[in-house]
């Protein structure tokens, strides 16, 4: 069975703070993704990453694919309240099917 | 914006019922899935399509049956509902092709009593 484990499972952090969330396996992917998930919502995708060692930034936001493309991390500059909710990373591995699998996310609330 | 829909945000059923879970998405996707969350497991893929007709088994089918009449409609089934099928279900689709996301409804809340 491929897991994805995510740390840490809770952050309550004030704003202003940077965080960084891990992403972890011992399976390698394909390519991984980032969802955050708001309360009553689905999740919607943050970034795709698909290549070892590859950084992608999304504004106060910076994602890294490890070069084993095993793990993954996301990276907070300066967090707000908006940044508050549910974080998952999936990754796609092997076949023909467009098949991922979850973490166990990543609960994030920012205090004003 | 793709638009995946759920029909129902909350259902309270009775142990043995038999539930339906209905999903519609616009965008012509190939693929669509049926994920189960619960807190602490994060997603959990129960059945995907990635075509009409066609379901293949997630990680966790046991309870359920899907069925894909059409290619926008994913319906998931449980046959006979019990206390631990309480959870909140997420429908989602994406395009065969490459990394491609996944898009997600708002989700059902389902509570067995």
């Known amino acids: 069975t491929q897991l994805l484990e995510q740390s840490p499972q809770f952050l309550s952090i004030q704003e202003g703070e940077n965080l960084t969330v891990y992403c972890n396996s011992s399976?390698?992917?394909?390519?991984l993704q980032w969802y955050r998930q708001e309360p009553g919502e689905g999740p919607v995708l943050l970034v795709t990453?698909?290549?070892?060692?590859e950084v992608k930034k999304l504004k106060r936001l910076t994602f890294q694919f490890g070069d084993a493309r095993k793990d993954s991390s996301l990276h907070i500059t300066a967090a707000q309240p908006g940044d508050t909710g549910l974080y998952l990373c999936?990754?796609?591995?092997?076949?023909?099917?467009?098949?991922?699998?979850f973490g166990t996310g990543t609960l994030l609330a920012v205090q004003p | 914006d793709v638009k995946v829909t759920q029909s129902s945000r909350y259902l309270v059923k009775r142990t043995g019922e038999k539930v339906f879970l209905e999903c519609v998405q616009d965008?012509?996707?190939?693929?669509m899935f049926w994920y189960r969350q619960d807190p602490g497991l994060g997603l959990r893929l129960i059945y995907f399509s990635y075509d009409v007709k066609m379901k293949e088994k997630g990680d966790i089918p046991e309870g359920y049956s899907v069925s894909r009449e059409k290619k926008e409609r994913f319906s998931l089934i449980l046959e006979s509902a019990s206390t631990n099928q309480t959870s909140m279900y997420l429908c989602?689709?994406?395009?065969?092709?490459?990394?491609?996301?996944?898009?997600f409804g708002n989700g059902t809340r389902l509570t067995v009593t």
């Open positions: 399976s390698v992917f394909s390519s």
């Open positions: 999936s990754g796609k591995y092997g076949g023909a099917t467009n098949k991922l699998i």
């Open positions: 989602a689709s994406s395009t065969l092709t490459g990394a491609s996301p996944l898009h």
């Open positions: 990453v698909v290549t070892g060692g």
């Open positions: 965008m012509d996707h190939e693929n």
